[in-house]
């Protein structure tokens, strides 16, 4: 059991007794604004916006498993024209291209299980920028900002016209505005957050595939107790989802605990707060310069009789839900200086002076537990995550169709950077090199998921020339296949 709880809090693992090797197959890519998706358990498309002239236009290809380009259509973009969120539903990829300048628009909707693409031209309300948008088979809900003016939020019917957007709410107090649509309930979620905590209220609206209100949740903190930050939703089915994220107590300076909230028939069941100074593991990492100076921090203020909570600096994952457990997942950071001293004028005199140097985010330690679907916590842990480089976020992706997951971390090296895998049962960990070419500069990957049996990842990577010229930009898709 020890083996167990201690490869989860790393999280993370492939098939049992799964071997796992570098992809052979990859497309490098040098075009700007592409966009990666997966489509099924089989397809993933590209999309890449070229220029031709004066005109722009956007280039739509779909690829199987072996990387062969199996659908490809172009399209012309309007001029001084954007582009929404790209949305996908049972195979249909949707888009709208606008702009909020002229007034002109098109729905864009490519039907990639019968290789048919279609356009159709509107017109669009002036002034408005579209930060999501959200479909069914049947209508739209879209959040977006007004001249300037964030948080309304608008729905409509699909490929109809938007010179006169139909408004459903401005929320002009919110904190926090998100929305997605969940294929297996077909419903959409709007989800905002309001306040400080005197104030606070989270507030997850649920409607079906034609907008009619289903169910409304809120979460209220009238004695000024706490803020519950955005939160991960997870649909169990029409009637069950559960939440998870971060909780803060009035005034705190950062993160006191986890939440994880579990919503069944027409209530609550309950919504938890899980005190990071309650953890069982939390004060044993004494590699962690954070919780070090945490727990110097408690025990000063014990000492004087004082009460202690602990408030650190973190970055939450999406929950991984496992049956009847619940694993919460985060990585802990620090922010990094350095003293450097300048030279400057003054009246004449050359006087140094010393100057703080943000160097970034330091990624060190992951802090997990275990919650059963009752609410009932029965583990929890902090492991070191060693990153080597400022600003890089570990990321956790879901195997799908499994319970098997995969962490990983991206390492600057020299030329290269390397992937971290760790399987269930057994607690060793096996370093993979992911682009170990001499001409590889630096990789970022900005999209990865699991598609079938193989994992897609893409980014950006500098490809390193002749020193006497220019590093070249270049976007990578590749694969790691799990036999």
């Known amino acids: 059991m020890k083996e167990l709880v201690f490869s989860l809090l790393v999280l993370i693992s492939l098939f049992v007794n799964g071997q796992i090797e570098e992809g052979k197959r990859g497309i490098d890519l040098v075009d700007n604004h592409y966009q990666v998706r997966v489509v099924d358990s089989v397809h993933f498309y590209t999309v890449h916006e070229v220029r031709e002239k004066a005109l722009g236009f956007l280039i739509f290809k779909l690829f199987d498993t072996k990387f062969k380009v199996v659908q490809s259509h172009k399209i012309q973009l309007l001029k001084n024209s954007e582009l929404s969120d790209f949305v ?12 909020s300048s002229s007034g002109d628009a098109q729905w864009l909707k490519w ?35 007004v001249n300037g003016e964030k948080n309304h939020v608008w729905e409509g019917y699909l490929n109809s016209d938007l010179s006169e957007l139909e408004r459903l709410d401005h929320l002009s107090q919110s904190v926090h505005v998100d929305a997605f649509f969940d294929d297996e309930t077909q419903q959409f979620y709007l989800i905002d957050r309001k306040g400080p905590a005197k104030n606070y209220e989270l507030r997850i609206r649920v409607y079906d595939r034609i907008m009619r209100g289903v169910k409304d949740l809120k979460i209220n903190s ?8 955005e939160p991960d939703l997870k649909i169990l089915g029409k009637e069950e989802l559960m939440i998870s994220g971060t909780y803060s107590l009035p005034n ?25 100074d309650q953890f069982d593991q939390f004060y044993y990492a004494k590699d962690s310069p954070v919780i070090m100076e945490a727990k110097a921090n408690k025990l000063r203020k014990e000492s004087k009789g004082k009460k202690f909570d602990v408030a650190v600096d973190l970055v939450m994952h999406p929950m991984v839900y496992d049956d009847s457990v619940v694993y919460l997942y985060a990585d802990l950071f620090f922010e990094k200086y350095h003293t450097e001293m300048i030279t400057s004028n003054q009246f004449g005199n050359q006087v140094q002076q010393s100057q703080q140097v943000h160097d970034g985010f330091m990624f060190t330690h992951s802090v997990v537990c275990g919650i059963t679907t009752e609410g009932n916590k029965f583990m929890d842990d902090v492991n070191s995550i060693n990153l080597l480089n400022p600003n890089i976020t570990p990321q956790v992706t879901m195997m799908e169709g499994s319970h098997n997951y995969l962490l990983h971390h991206w390492k600057d090296k020299a030329f290269y950077n390397e992937l971290e895998v760790s399987e269930v049962k057994e607690a060793d960990r096996e370093d993979l090199t992911w682009e170990k070419h001499s001409g590889v500069k630096d990789y970022r990957p900005s999209f990865q998921r699991w598609y079938g049996n193989v994992y897609l990842h893409f980014g950006r990577r500098l490809v390193k020339q002749d020193k006497k010229l220019f590093n070249l930009e270049q976007y990578h898709i590749g694969t790691l296949l799990v036999k």
């Open 222 to 229: 009238d004695e000024n107790e706490f803020i519950l930050y």
């Open 252 to 276: 705190s300076k950062g993160a006191n605990g986890f939440y994880l909230g579990k919503f069944k028939a027409n209530s609550w069941e309950y919504v938890k707060l899980l005190d990071f």
């Open 111 to 145: 039907d990639t299980k019968f290789d048919e693409f279609n356009s159709r031209k509107v017109k669009f309300q002036k002034g408005i920028y579209v930060k999501q948008l959200w479909m069914s088979d049947v209508k739209y809900l879209m959040i977006g900002e």
């Open 88 to 99: 996908i539903s049972n195979g249909i990829v949707v888009v709208l291209n606008y702009s």
